[in-house]
């Protein structure tokens, strides 16, 4: 059959190259073929969510940052400094984790759908105009942020004025200092040229960019046995590919943006400097757990306990 | 036949017999979901798209810029710009129809569309084009095609609606246009002359100094709105739904306060007007999303643009494909209508270039512009057919050396990017 | 018989002015609040440093109501945009046999809009979505289009009933060929 897939992003960004492995192997391991919508050509990212819900999709990528009007447990991946920074830790979390391949399946079967993997697609960093140590240094700074109430107090809690604003205005706006800044991983800041409106690119180690692959539910379970392992076995080739596709993808991003404009300046807040905004973090806790309850609660205890065993293995 | 023909051939016969615009639009998106799914089941995702189309943020501008123009309108501020153009260049040769040109830019830096504009603008000025002795056909074609630089000068509907879908900042487009239109403001003026001359206008009287002292400051304070718009962007204040927001409010302003010429009767009629406005637009765009939605999932503009080659195409090539099909387009069907179906068409191939989408979106604007003032058919030729009601013969005798002003600024255009792309690039430092 | 039909008649002739008002009234409301809303938050972003959250998401259910029940209200104004160039020339007879069919063309497809907006609608609700910033549930956001779709195509079907049963050519139920003009005064 010919199964429809949609993704956020182009086809030769991370999503893409996600999407584009799972085609390769779906293909090349079965009769059948899979197409790829990249973004924009399906609607939004809210558009293509409810296409895949529908099953007029079979396949779909959505980042947890969208999916707060669904499953507000799923903006837990915006949580500031919960993520850890080890590249082993990451890659061993997202292979392994309860709260995705138990907690979140069944969060997400509740919507029709059936979630094969969460990806990370590489730390966020921060582009501004001028730099910033502190929380004070942001003070009155606008950071254009995706219109997740999360974010919204996240950044507030940074000391920042956070400004939803539609993708399509942020650089442009970026160029008439209508906004300061906006976060994004580091790859996407290469794609998007966000670099070539910004001064300063940070990266204050709050979070990972995460992206949720899932299929839709009666298509997946009206799959037979062979279909439903060769689904399987491609998202899991597909994720081992894009662990280590991203290992120094940032590294490659950051040495293309400072070939392009040499006169970027680089931040990495330190441990100290960092402080302050883990502290700060700690309201976006209290603004999670307020909006999610008891299931939130649960979600994030399995999701430390998650990210203990990343640490110890 | 295949989906694509059957969806085509009913849009172009349904637009063609006069069915009203939302129509065509979607009865082939039903037939689109239909041939998709084998059936109706899967229909309601076309509501989806119909309701995503209309609610993406930077759309809100255009009810915002509409509400503006409609306060202007109603209110005094368009005739005190229209005077004070009048006082100034009304006395050369040609003067009178220069000042209808340069009031329609004018207008058109507060209005959005060609419609508002060929109203306000055409209802004032053609009565006294007449009376000075032009005749109506030149007066008709000037009317028409001038309101057209309100099309480039910002703000501008189209460009917001090809912004919202091609994901490029409206910001950059609206200062992009600036270039082309006051090209064609320049060209028709020195046609204006010619005219004036060959045929003998006689020119009105010079205003006296006093005259003019007092229209000047009357037209000071709606000459904010400009500023509004381009230093608002430009200077990083405003986004443009920001910007179209604050016309608003310095509309009602200057007509409430300072004018004091309109009450609350006449404020609810204008919000009346504009909602109804909007809504002949917006549903236009709500079917054009669910069209567009449809065939990007059968994967039909990679298949049109393999058919005609453009899948191979050079920048150059792709720019007059563009160029050809949006002219055509805005020959039969409204423009929005037009953006709304071509635009994602082009776009794969658009992306595979790296084309500069604010260049794309300039030309496009232009062809948008030129087709609807082309004989035989051309939407503002309809529209002036209906406002003025004289005959369709009377409207389009004129319209030949405009028609060819216009195709020269287009070619000039795609041979000169700079013309457009100087200006942005002056404002966003590139 | 007959007084029934008058009957029938004038009760619709009722029920249209009663709509109208209703649509009208939804128009300059949601005309107003949209102005309202961007203008205060304009004067927030700028003057006090601080964007109002919800400014999107009401502007996005605003214009939802002004499109279907502006669609509705224009349909009853026979002020739809048209490509009439072909329409024009046509002698009177043709025109009022194609006005006949447009109407009622334009009415079932628009019935079909209005019965898949209902699926949509079902469909969506269960989901539970809300809108982040304000936490209304999304569905509820649509109700509207239904009903102004409905509206919309009962009134095509009005028209093609006019042009059916009586000798003026009708391009709305309440608008007769001569009532073009009716586009000048928007
Ligand atoms: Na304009
Ligand atoms: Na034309």
Sequence with gaps: ANWKYAIEENLNEVQGVYATQFKEYIEANSAHSVQIYPFGTLGESDDIMEQAQAGILQFVDQSPGFTGSLIPEAQVFLMPYVLPESVSEVNYFFKNAKVISENFKVLYAEQDLELLQMFPEGSVAITTQESFHSPADLDGMKIRVMTSPLLVETYKAFGAVPTPLPWGEVFGALQTNLIQGQENPWFYIESGKLYEVSEVITEAGHNIFTTAVMANKNFYEGLSETDQQLVQQGSEVALDYILKYQEGLAEESKAKIKAAKPSIEFVTLTEAERAPFRLAAKDVRAKFIEMTGESGQTILDQLEADLESARTN | MDMTSIMMTTMIALLLLGFPMMIPLLAATLIGFYYQFMGFDNSQFMIQQMLAGITPASLIAIPMFILAADIMTKGRSANKLIDMVMVYIGHYKGGLAVSTATACALFGAVSGSTQATVVAVGSTLRPKLLENGYNDSFNLSLIISSSGIALLIPPSIGMIIYGGISQTSISELFIAGIGPGILMLILFSLYSVFFAIKNEVPTLKKAPFRERFDVTKEALWPLGFPCIIVFGIYGGIFSPTEAASTCVLYALILEIIVFKSLDMKAVIGIAKSTGLITAIVFILVAAGAAFSWVISFAMIPQAIMENFGLNEANELQLLIAISIAFFVGCMFVDSIVVILILVPIFMPEIDRLGLDKVLVGVIITLQVAVGAVTPPFGCNIFTAVAIFKRPYIEVVRGLLPFVLMLALVAVLLIQFPQIALFLRDLAFAK | ?186
């Design chain 3, 1 to 186: 018989m007959r007084s029934t039909s008058r009957l029938m008649r004038s009760g619709y002739e009722k029920s249209i002015v009663l709509v109208n008002k209703l649509e009208g009234a939804i128009l300059i409301i949601s005309v107003l609040i949209m102005g309202c809303n961007n203008v205060s938050n304009v004067i927030g972003r700028v003057v006090f440093n601080q964007s109002l959250y919800f400014t999107d998401e009401l502007n996005s259910i605003l214009i939802i109501f002004i499109t279907f029940a502006g669609t509705s209200y224009a349909a009853r104004l026979g002020s739809h945009i048209r490509m009439t160039a072909i329409f024009d020339v046509l002698p009177s007879l043709y025109q009022k046999v194609l006005i006949t069919l447009i109407a009622f063309i334009t009415s079932i497809c628009i019935f079909a809009i209005c019965y898949f907006s209902v699926e949509y609608i079902s469909w969506i609700a269960p989901k539970g979505k809300v809108l982040p910033a304000m936490q209304i549930p999304v569905y509820l956001t649509y109700i509207w289009v239904p009903v102004s779709l409905f509206l919309t195509g009962l009134e095509y079907f009005a028209t093609g009933m006019k042009n059916l049963f009586s000798k003026d050519m009708h391009l709305s139920s309440q608008i007769t060929g001569d009532g073009y003009d009716n586009i000048n005064e928007l």
